[in-house]
């Protein structure tokens, strides 16, 4: 079993920033892909990112490139994702997951683990 609990998330202006983290707690963390979805009101949960264990390389949704960012600390058994140029459509509950092994995994079904979700709001 793996916990995953996120936090960072808040409220912040159009074109502003913030940095995301998700700790995990359980089996080696180090042996799993770390990702992170959102879900806004009303849609469906969307890929926005993921990192591979030991190598990582690094996948991102398209609406988030060039302005997100995807990092792990191995020795902290935490994932980071920080958020640059925010828009108000980045507006949602964000999700840290987790999949054993090595997959640049970008569905929901792929993952094995889900944190609770951290709220970020983003004003115009």
């Known amino acids: 079993q793996v916990q995953l609990v996120e936090s960072g998330g808040g409220m912040v202006q159009a074109g502003g920033s913030l940095r995301l983290s998700c700790v995990a707690s359980?089996?080696?963390?180090?042996?799993?892909?770390m990702g992170w979805f959102r879900q806004a009101p009303g849609k469906e949960r969307e890929f926005v990112t993921v990192?591979?264990?030991?190598?990582?390389?690094?996948q991102y949704g398209d609406s988030v490139k060039g302005r997100f960012t995807i990092s792990r600390d191995n020795s902290k058994n935490a994932v980071y994702l920080q958020m640059n140029s925010l828009k108000p459509e980045d507006t949602a509950v964000y999700y840290c997951a987790a999949k054993f092994g090595y997959y640049l995994a970008a569905t929901v079904g792929a993952y094995d683990y889900w944190g609770q979700g951290t709220q970020v709001t983003v004003s115009s």
């Open positions: 990192i591979t264990p030991t190598l990582g390389n690094t």
């Open positions: 359980g089996r080696t963390a180090s042996s799993y892909s």
